[in-house]
């Protein structure tokens, strides 16, 4: 039953930072950096979980199962419900983990420039981190829901402490979209665990596909599990109108935070769509598939359209992840391997671009303490190697070809039209509004005269070239060489369709 | 023929290296053209080669999606081993040029750079055997445009003019990437043959095939600067001027037209998308000639003769005219290639660029000024010069298949071509001259003379004296194109030169004997107005496509604002009014919880007494 | 044998208590607020004897805990005046809506 | 009408009016007064219901020593002569509340049934109470004589003024 204690050991190398540092005294010259190696352990765990992931297989690897514990009920006294420990990873999952360990490393050093109490700031982040991968190496509804509260926990600390000017009203907006989406989402736990009596991942895919041995839940309860399990996932993506908190969140987190919660804690939400919308329930997706796109295209549309008047680089950013997260759900909608593939590749690339354009943000924060569009203004003169990398960053977010953005927007289109050209053909007018409002944010940083208001800015620090270097290369990597995930990702495996 | 591969990766090393090696910096001119030099002669070697071998392809997988797999790959066939040789021809000879051009610029390196990017994208477009390759790159040749476009990033006129490019001509790249996904689904491919193949064999419906078309020529409008997507070209000439000679002049801005042209076993196909194809053309190449009259800035008014120009090509291609269309493009590589560069060296001379105030620079740029008046006569269809050819074939092409108004519009078209490309030269080289000049250094003149002969040769290569030899080497294209050459009526060429020499003559009598006034005046009435104002169209697009979009943008956002935020905050605030009634209870007065106790138990009672049927 | 049913005493009892918590719940007098819940309590013992004598398992028991009620009732009284008046001597108040401070 | 019934309807006014008297007069003391009368109607109802004994103690401790003790409460604290007015919402729903409860009560009430009377509770009912008190409950009775110690040590403390509260008054 259990493979390795790697994923374990994994999942809890976090913990060893967190003792490291709260040892460590807390004006400690060197505990930015201690945060930081505390980072780097996950980082190479996560890579050697990466590299041992044998691609021809199939199905789950590197499984772990400890019964945790037993649920007695007086309905059948003889079987117990059995609470499991219970942990694994799918060709999907291992590069959800890579992308989390990875964003949290590069993140966890645009964090060095944190002063105010930085030993409760890497303790919590290292806290997150755990969250993170937990959830992404739960094989287990249960336990996934129990790392997803410790990502929910953290983030509203690290939100509310060390955040922005408003940032108590954003770290509560958080929380309470957050928490009703967890709420939603442990109704279908439950009532999973209760018809079909285990939590575990693969076997409720399994138990699910086969839709006539299931005697208690009828079409129309899956049809609102589904519902639940769509807003809960949809409040974390986010899906319109459920987006309000996430704008807020990126505009006052610190800028480490906003990294891992745009790079990945968003990503959660997709992952779940896909793993268990996709996984349990692909009937009752099917039937939706309209309703689904249409909601993408809003996404889509709606964010790029709002994000064209903002007036400020992060809400431009938040809202440009909105209308992104809109082609998930289109790929998702179209339900094919083009679809789906396209859906995954937008995730992770979404990720990769969003952590690194906001790593840029933290840069043009920590220069010209500013980030309101009509202030700044042809930095490109002073800081050409930042400009550059803005430009890189926003010419990625817009979908170029030989970037990670384009294969994913190209794949989940491509499924889209086989599925309903004509809301594809309307969604596709979001491409265009995407370049519009990118070139908008990123032109007006960047381009135009120069403002003497900021004399004598440094460029790029090699703190900050390294980490924007490694994201641009492995977003320009999968833009050119695609095949890289997909080889790992085995999506008609993983979730059983398709092929 | 193997090493076709390094015809696109010569210049995408030169990017690589002039990119991360700064002590280059002076010597980055040399590295690109160099490498440019030698993809260059790469592309030579191809093209003589494919004489002798014809055909070649070669593919490898890149990504599997489900049982289909994507290849990539490099073909060569004898449309793209002429572009090729183009591209990198002129890609060559603007690498010189700016040397001597760029020389003082502080970017100089970067500028460099951004060329061999280019370069690199333009020829991997070229040698592009599938639709997703050739979007990919079609995509990157925009993106160098838009930065090249931009290169000057602090002047405002630049900004707006690289932020245009790009998203005018993405809007047209949607247009392709639709009838991409459209094809794939319709033929599960995206490799041109067997696309080609299935639309040959009637596999696609017609009237789908009419929309793919349509589309992918949607793409090649945004690409090529035709009506209605030509507005981001002439404003594209806020780029520096050898960029303007390269990419939006000889080489990207005729993608459009080898896209139609690559595609055209589906355009064959499908009437209606011919006829849409070839009355675009035709309005486009009147339309911006029209335009092109009444400007002053040396370089829109070329920006607009290409515009028109691209517009005849496409009239070309729309009237069955694939040879001349494609032999048309060369020959408008040339000398508008040419053109540019002189211009270029006028500006560099006298730091100008309105017309109106040179004046008498043959004097001054003795070299120049010849090239210059090669490069216009033989883009006026002056007889015997390349462009006399390759118009006279597009004329025949259209009037041999039968659309006579089309026919009469490209007419009208040399007639004004040659009448504004002259007034052009006449006021910026005769009569006298008051400003400082100086002939520009021999590297830049040199990339001029080799266009200079080629527009003046370039024309042999296809003519009804000589030999078909282009058509005749076009025909062995691998994929079944029907070819159709009309022989010209023995009336044509005479009347084409009679309508090109006339016009050279009027712009002659206007400008140089001065029969009308000809100061440039700010008040201009009527029809006047309306041409430099160019049909009003930038401010069309203003009002409706940028207003509107804001418009509905600001809708949104305060939708976002008061309904979504609105509502989540009208939830909120019941929950805290909620919470403050509690509080309120919470009065600390033991009679007010005696009394909430107390009406407690009665509700129960009550509830115990109605549901437990004691009364 | 006895002509007055029991629930004429119960009634009296009802009618006592309920004004004795109208009293309670109302009155601002913290005195009279006192003397109300002696009312009640008042009214609590009556249906104590009433159902000593007329109760399911009627017997003396019943006056016996009315008894103490009367005792418990009458140290509550006390203990009740001197709390009162210890507040009286902070606030110089005995209005029940000024003592509030188990808000505070 | 027996006379028995005479008895319990003159109690039961007597009880009522008093009831009605303190809740309606405007007077702390008078209000005070009319409980007495309350009191004394519950001791002849207690008599009516063989319980002499307990309507002994009523009158002793309630109409006695409960009353006194009130009266000494309203006296040593100072009152504005009218009672300060509630507010009607609150009255309202606090008698609405109390009509519903009663409502329900008397429907309950009416509809009791019981077993048969004790018949020998007014035969030496002193004794009995007496044997009860010092057999069955001779616990709680002591309980009780604790609690009233504690009372009335309670009561002395909270009612006595501290030490520093005086020397704060006689210098002040």
């Not at chain 1, 410790?150 to 600390?157: A, C, G, Q, Y």
């Not at chain 1, 924007?468 to 833009?479: E, M, P, V």
């Not at chain 2, 043959?362 to 390759?390: D, E, H, V, W």
């Not at chain 4, 109690?11 to 007069?25: A, C, D, H, S, Y």
Request: one cysteine or more; aromatic letters at 12%; hydrophobic letters at 55%.
């Amino acid at each position: 039953m259990n493979d390795s204690f790697l994923l374990t050991i994994l999942i809890l190398s976090p913990l060893l930072g967190i003792v490291l540092l709260s040892i460590m005294p807390g004006d400690h010259r060197f505990i930015n950096y201690m945060g930081v190696l505390g980072t780097v352990l996950p980082l190479g765990l996560t890579l050697i979980v990466f590299s041992l992931f044998d691609r021809s297989l199939s199905g789950v690897q590197f499984k772990e199962y400890h019964q945790w514990f037993e649920l007695m009920t007086s309905i059948s006294p003889n079987e117990p419900y059995t609470v499991a420990y219970d942990l694994g990873v799918t060709g999907l999952s291992v590069l959800f983990l890579m992308l989390a360990s990875l964003i949290t490393f590069l993140a966890s050093l645009t964090a060095l420039r944190i002063k105010e109490s930085a030993k409760g700031f890497y303790i919590l982040f290292l806290l997150l981190e755990v969250g993170i991968l937990g959830v992404f190496a739960s094989e287990n509804l249960f336990l996934f829901f129990l790392f997803f509260e410790i990502t929910l926990v953290s983030m509203f600390l690290l939100v509310g402490k060390w955040g922005g000017f408003n940032r108590e009203k954003a770290a509560f907006s958080f929380l309470i979209y957050n928490g009703i989406g967890s709420i939603l989402l442990l109704i279908v736990i439950i009532v999973l665990f209760v018809e079909m009596r285990t939590t575990n991942i693969t076997e409720l895919t399994m138990l699910l596909k086969d839709t006539d041995s299931l005697e208690f839940l009828s079409g129309s309860t899956r049809t609102w599990l589904f519902v639940l399990l769509l807003i809960a996932f949809g409040i974390k993506l986010p899906i319109v109108p459920f987006h309000t908190w996430m704008v807020r969140v990126h505009v006052e987190a610190p800028i480490a935070v906003v990294m891992i919660h745009a790079g990945v804690l968003l990503k959660i939400g997709a992952y779940g769509l896909i793993r268990f919308g996709v996984g349990f329930f692909p009937e009752q997706l099917k039937e939706m598939a309209v309703a689904l796109a249409i909601l993408g295209v809003i996404n889509l549309l709606y964010g790029a359209f709002i994000a064209l008047v903002q007036t400020e680089l992060r809400s431009v950013l938040a809202y440009s992840s909105i209308s992104h997260m809109g082609i998930v759900l289109l790929g998702v909608a179209s339900f094919n391997t083009a679809g789906l593939q396209g859906a995954v590749f937008q995730t992770i690339s979404h990720g990769l671009i969003a952590a690194l354009l906001f790593l840029l943000v933290g840069v043009l924060i920590n220069r010209f303490q500013t980030t309101k569009l009509e202030e700044l203004g042809g930095v490109a003169s002073q800081t050409p190697l930042f400009a550059g990398f803005l430009l890189a960053a926003g010419l990625a977010s817009l979908g170029l070809p030989g970037m990670s953005g384009f294969i994913s927007e190209f794949l989940a289109f491509l499924g889209l039209f086989e599925a309903m050209p004509v809301i594809g053909a309307v969604g596709v007018l979001g491409l265009i509004l995407t370049a519009v409002y990118m070139l908008r944010a990123v032109l007006a940083v960047t381009f135009g005269e120069r403002r003497t208001l900021f004399d004598n800015n440094r460029d790029l620090t090699a703190v900050e070239l390294v980490p924007s270097a490694i994201l641009l290369s492995i977003i320009i990597w999968i833009g050119v060489y695609p095949q890289v995930l997909s080889n790992t990702l085995q999506l008609a495996r993983t979730l059983g369709i398709g092929g | 023929m193997d090493y076709v591969f390094l015809i696109p990766m010569l210049p995408l090393l030169s990017f690589l290296i002039i990119l991360f090696t700064r002590p280059i910096y002076k010597k980055a001119g040399i590295v690109g053209t160099l490498f440019t030099g030698a993809a260059f002669l790469c592309s030579l070697i191809v093209l003589f080669s494919h004489f002798a071998e014809g055909n070649y392809i070669v593919e490898a997988n890149w990504f599997s999606l489900d049982t289909v797999i994507i290849t990539v790959g490099l073909e060569v066939n004898p449309l793209n081993a002429l572009m090729l040789v183009i591209v990198t021809l002129v890609s060559f000879l603007v690498h010189i040029y700016s040397m001597g051009y760029m020389a003082n610029d502080e970017r100089y390196a970067t500028f460099f750079s951004y060329l061999g990017l280019f370069t690199f994208s333009m020829t991997g477009l070229v040698l592009s055997p599938n639709l997703l390759q050739l979007y990919m790159f079609w995509e990157l040749v925009g993106v160098c445009s838009f930065l090249l476009v931009g290169f000057y990033f602090y002047k405002p006129e630049a900004k707006a003019a690289a932020k245009k490019a790009f998203i005018m001509t993405r809007i047209g790249d949607i247009g392709l990437l639709v009838a991409i996904f459209l094809l794939f689904w319709q033929t599960g491919s995206f490799e041109l043959d067997v696309i080609f193949e299935a639309a040959q064999a009637g596999d696609i419906a017609p009237s789908l095939i009419t929309l793919i078309a349509i589309l992918i020529f949607v793409g090649a409008v945004g690409k090529s600067g035709q009506f209605p997507l030509h507005t981001w070209l002439p404003d594209a000439m806020e780029g520096p001027t050898p960029v303007s000679a390269l990419i939006h002049a000889a080489t990207m801005v005729a993608a459009g037209v080898y896209l139609v042209a690559v595609t055209y076993p589906l355009f064959s196909v499908s009437e209606v998308a011919m006829t849409t194809v070839a009355v675009t053309g035709g309005f486009t190449a009147i339309f911006a000639a029209t335009i092109a009259l009444v400007q002053t800035d040396i370089k829109r008014i070329l920006a607009y003769s290409t515009v028109s120009q691209l517009g005849y090509m496409m009239l070309a291609l729309g009237a069955a005219g694939y040879t001349a269309g494609v032999f048309h493009l060369t020959t408008h590589a040339f000398f508008k290639a040419l053109l540019f560069l002189a211009a270029g060296s006028v500006i560099h001379a006298v730091h100008e660029q309105n017309i109106f105030k040179m004046g008498g620079l043959s004097k001054k740029l003795p070299i120049t000024a010849t090239l210059f008046l090669i490069a216009s006569l033989s883009i006026s269809g002056f007889p015997l010069l390349a462009g006399f050819f390759s118009k006279d074939e597009i004329l025949a092409t259209t009037y041999g298949d039968g659309r006579y108004v089309l026919f009469a519009i490209g007419l009208i078209t040399a007639f004004l071509t040659a009448f504004y490309m002259f007034r052009l030269y006449f006021l910026v080289f005769s009569g006298n001259s008051s400003t400082e000049a100086r002939e520009s250094p021999s590297v830049m003149l040199i990339p001029m003379m080799v266009l200079g002969a080629l527009a003046i040769v370039g024309g042999y290569i296809q003519t009804n004296w000589f030999g078909t030899f282009l058509g005749d080497w076009l025909e062995t294209t691998p994929y079944s194109i029907t070819f159709v050459h009309h022989e010209a009526p023995f009336w044509l060429p005479i009347l084409a030169s009679v309508l090109s020499i006339g016009g050279i003559a009027l712009a002659w009598m206007m400008y140089v004997r001065k029969t009308t006034s000809i100061k440039e005046s700010n008040e201009r009435t009527g029809l006047h107005e309306l041409l430099y104002r160019k049909y009003y169209v930038d401010e069309l697009y203003q009002v409706v496509f940028v207003k509107g979009s804001r418009v509905i943008a600001y809708f949104w956002m305060y939708v976002d604002r008061f309904i979504i935020e609105g509502g989540a905050a009208v939830i909120t605030g019941a929950v805290k009014r909620f919470g403050q009634a509690g509080v309120k209870l919470q009065s600390g007065q033991v009679q007010t919880y005696g009394t909430v106790a107390f009406s407690g138990l009665v509700l129960v009672l009550l509830l115990i007494a109605v549901l437990g049927g004691y009364f | 044998m006895s002509s007055v049913p029991l629930s004429a005493f119960l009634v009296t009892a009802l009618l006592l208590f309920c004004m004795g918590l109208y009293g309670a719940l109302t009155k601002r007098n913290a005195v009279i607020v006192l003397i109300s819940i002696e009312l009640m309590l008042n009214a609590v013992n009556l249906n104590l004897v009433a159902f000593a004598k007329y109760g399911v398992g009627a017997s003396i028991r019943g006056q016996v805990f009315s008894l103490f009620t009367i005792t418990v009732a009458a140290a509550e009284a006390a203990v009740g005046l001197a709390i009162l008046i210890a507040l009286y001597r902070n606030r110089a108040t005995v209005n029940v809506d000024e003592m509030n401070t188990l808000k505070k | 009408m027996t006379g028995e019934l005479l008895v319990f309807i003159i109690l039961f006014l007597v009880t009522i009016t008093g009831g009605l008297l303190m809740l309606n007069l405007t007077k702390v003391i008078h209000m005070v007064m009319a409980l007495v009368l309350t009191f004394l109607g519950i001791a002849g109802l207690y008599i009516m219901l063989s319980a002499e004994f307990v309507a002994v103690v009523q009158i002793l401790i309630y109409s006695g020593a409960i009353t006194i003790i009130m009266l000494f409460g309203i006296m040593l604290t100072k009152h504005t002569e009218a009672e300060p007015k509630t507010g009607w919402a609150k009255k309202g729903v606090v008698f609405t509340g109390i009509v519903l409860f009663f409502l329900i009560m008397f429907k309950g009430i009416r509809t009791i049934s019981l077993g048969p009377q004790a018949e020998t509770l007014h035969e030496n009912n002193t004794e009995q109470i007496g044997i009860m008190l010092f057999t069955d409950y001779v616990i709680p009775f002591e309980l009780v004589s604790v609690v009233l110690l504690v009372a009335l040590v309670g009561a002395v403390v909270l009612a006595k003024k501290d030490e520093e509260d005086e020397k704060e008054g006689e210098q002040s």
